[in-house]
């Protein structure tokens, strides 16, 4: 049996590493032929011990897919997550889903923390580690009460079981004389400092407890959080230095600024007569010192965060409530003094200590390991689709970012961003959105809208056939002449209003501005413009099939794209540019929608060839992995993964779309579908881009996470490609499609 544990591991001074540790050499207390190795999340240069055979570079994404390749490839049997948000790298620790989702073998996870309010990422990303895993383990009731209420999981695969706790060997006052403390009334607190300890509290509350505990001597054992010390250095223990000065506490306060041994943690532990933890909110699902302090049998007095509340239930402790000195100080000083009090805390806190030891937890993980690993539950399957898993569609978005005028290209976040004014090009998009949506998805605001969109490129129409651009919010043009690119996506809008129009006056404008702009057709040099005019020449065609003036025109530029094919392709370069750039699936759809018209099987083969090896490029293991605009792809060199595009997903949809047109095979249908669940979260980060609470859709995959701005490209693209794939689902009267048939072709 391997195992492989991801996480923070020791040297690095963090109660995760800790806990790794002795998860690691507990569990191999009752299974001596277990290998169990650490893949260690590093943020460091760090010398670890044997166990650790892979250091995954906490920042970097490509690391964390090697680590899930050699996890692969080197037969372990399961993975074993310590997981919290701030130890992974990406927008809430999102890296590590990545790792995840490549495993092909079972995974338990550990959940440090979790959330009552948590951010989009936050949420999404626990969401999906909880989807994955085969077992989740939490170390509190209200752990798996938040997980049903807050993050909606099934969660008949959690499991509970404590945080784990060393043996405390040490007699009471032994541990007191190793440390020099004999005859002293020790109170205790240790772990990472920062503002959320509440250290302050108990501080002010020492002006009265001492005067009737004049031995007392209050330990704050740990150093400052790494974090903290990185944004604020010690103010903090500064602060808390301050006001020992203050209120002449001096003989009575002790700060021990280390990163104890386990060793010396159990002195202290042991040492102490009152442990507190005195955090400032509720907020703490775990809390391992607290766990530790009731293995030690301590007399615990706490404010009431979660893991406390639970812990100390029963009278293995004392709550207090958060922020108040004077309450503290009372509690303190009634536990002090009354020795029989304090040892009934004691014992009922160790009670519940024997059951948490290190060696009990051990088994009870050794347990579920013998479990999951012949079951294999929870590996993620890329299983059938049916259009009823599609989300809503919805207009409520669109709508958002329209007003009058058009649509305005830019969003903060869901709020339209006024400040970048409008463009033709997501205009032409929304108009081809209205028109399209007519069939499945029409209500009452649809002819509006199909007005509004269609009335921008008119007025951004010139008197020689070509259009503007760009427009502020104050409605004055930014450009003479918009880029061909924006110019082909018009045309194709043009030509499907062309088709799709049932309204005479909409056509007779459509007609006028498609026209208009027909002699500028064979002028234009970008390939994707190219494409886009071919397109909507195409839609043209499909109701004047007869205009042969149109066919030889397509045939003209389609051969212009046949040219830069020959020009740039060779046997392991199968394209027609030197790089893989945007909107790449443009081009091949272009040549399949033009073989119908032009009945030439080479422009069809091209399509195809050039098809298939996008998908080389671009498809892993079933999904979507697009090339990225930080840096596009070249022969021999490695492609850029970030940032990614809604707006070359929609392409692939549409490109499978008119391949399973013309062929019939359904792998290209699976393909269509698989494309389209890039928006849902088959991506390389693993989350959804979707927004259901706005109905819009986020920018892009970056290096960090999710863009959550939800532009006007983005949402189209997402609704253009929804209206695609629920078409096909209906006009092939299918529900589902199986991932049997994702298949080579």
């Known amino acids: 049996m391997k195992i492989a544990y991801i996480s923070t591991y020791l040297p690095k001074e963090c109660g995760i590493a800790t806990f790794t540790s002795d998860l690691l050499h507990s569990v191999a207390l009752h299974n001596q032929e277990l290998v169990q190795h650490v893949f260690a999340v590093s ?83 626990l969401i999906e580690i909880v989807k994955r895993a085969s077992i989740v383990i939490v170390m509190s009731n209200y752990a798996i009460t938040l997980l049903k209420t807050v993050y909606r999981v099934n969660t008949t695969k959690v499991r509970l079981i404590h945080h784990g706790v060393p043996e405390f060997y040490l007699d009471h006052e032994e541990a007191k004389a190793r440390k020099g403390l004999s005859g002293k009334q020790v109170l205790l607190t240790f772990g990472f400092l920062g503002r959320n300890k509440g250290i302050e509290t108990v501080i002010e509350s020492l002006v009265e407890v001492v005067k009737h505990e004049p031995d007392l001597i209050y330990l704050v054992v740990g150093k400052t959080h790494p974090n903290v ?71 615990v007095v706490s404010t009431p965060y979660w893991h406390a509340k639970e812990l100390l239930s029963e009278g293995r402790g004392v709550l207090v409530e958060f922020k108040n000195p004077g309450k503290m100080a009372a509690t303190l000083t009634e536990v002090f003094s009354n020795t029989e009090y304090r040892a009934i805390l004691r014992d009922n806190a160790r009670a519940l200590g024997k059951e948490m030891t290190w060696k009990n937890i051990g088994l009870r993980y050794t347990r579920l390991l013998e479990k999951v690993i012949p079951t294999q539950d929870g590996l993620k399957e890329n299983g059938a689709f049916t259009k009823d898993e599609m989300p809503k569609f919805s207009w409520k978005h669109i709508d958002r970012l329209t007003n009058q005028v058009g649509i305005l290209q830019h969003a903060t976040y869901s709020l339209p961003n006024y400040k970048e004014g409008y463009c033709l090009d997501d205009n032409a998009r929304a108009l081809l959105v209205t028109l399209l949506a007519q069939r499945d998805f029409s209500d009452k605001k649809l002819d509006r809208r199909i007005s509004t969109y269609l009335s921008y490129i008119y007025y951004h129409q010139r008197a020689d056939g070509l259009f503007h651009n760009f427009m502020s919010f104050q409605h004055h043009f930014l450009d003479e002449v918009g880029s061909e690119d924006s110019f082909g996506r018009t045309i194709l809008a043009l030509g499907v209003l062309l088709r799709e129009t049932n309204l005479t006056s909409y056509y007779q404008l459509g007609h006028e501005l498609f026209f208009r702009s027909v002699p500028h057709f064979r002028a234009l040099r970008s390939n994707r ?60 759809y272009a040549l399949l929608a033009s073989y119908p018209f032009l009945n030439d099987e080479g422009v069809k083969q091209v399509g195809l060839l050039t098809l298939n090896f ?67 979260g088959e991506n390389d980060l693993k989350l959804g881009l979707y927004d259901e609470e706005t109905k819009g ?37 299918q529900d589902l499609i199986s991932p049997a048939t994702n298949l080579p072709i």
């Open 43 to 125: 943020d460091g240069d760090y010398t670890y011990p044997n166990e650790v055979v892979f250091r995954i570079d906490q920042q970097q994404q490509l690391s964390y897919l090697e680590a899930a390749s050699y996890i692969n490839e080197n037969g372990y049997d399961c993975v074993i997550l310590e997981h919290e948000y701030g130890i992974f790298g990406g927008n809430s620790g999102m890296y590590i889903l990545s790792l995840i989702n490549a495993l092909h073998i079972p995974l338990l996870v550990n959940l440090h923390t979790i959330l009552e309010q948590p951010n989009v990422d936050e949420k999404a990303i």
């Open 229 to 299: 010390l990185a944004h604020s250095g010690e103010e903090y223990r500064e602060y808390l230095q301050g006001l020992v000065e203050r209120y002449r506490l001096g003989p009575h306060v002790q700060f021990v600024n280390s990163f104890v041994s386990q060793s010396d943690l159990v002195e202290y532990l042991c040492a102490c007569d009152v442990y507190v933890t005195p955090y400032i909110n509720e907020a703490q699902i775990t809390s391992g010192t607290l766990s530790y302090a009731i293995g030690a049998g301590a007399a």
């Open 529 to 588: 413009a190219i494409a886009y005019t071919v397109l909507g020449i195409a839609e043209y065609l499909h109701h004047q099939s007869n205009d042969e003036v149109m066919i030889e025109l397509m045939r003209e530029l389609i051969g212009k794209l046949l040219h830069e094919y020959e020009a740039s392709s060779d046997e392991n370069w199968n394209w027609f540019e030197a790089v893989l750039a945007y909107d790449n699936a443009i081009l091949p």
């Open 614 to 680: 996008l998908e080389s490029m671009t498809v892993q293991n079933g999904a979507l992995s697009l090339v990225g605009n930080q840096e596009w792809a070249k022969q021999g060199k490695h492609a850029s993964k970030f940032g990614q595009q809604p707006l070359d997903v929609t392409a692939m949809v549409f490109m499978y779309r008119e391949a399973f047109r013309l062929t019939g095979k359904k792998a290209y249908f699976a393909r269509m579908v698989a494309s389209f669940r890039w928006f849902l």
């Open 697 to 733: 859709c986020c920018d892009g995959l970056e290096s960090y996470g999710i863009n959550r701005n939800q532009g006007a490209e983005s949402t189209l693209c997402f609704y253009l490609a929804y209206i695609v794939v629920y078409r096909t689902f209906i006009d092939n009267d």
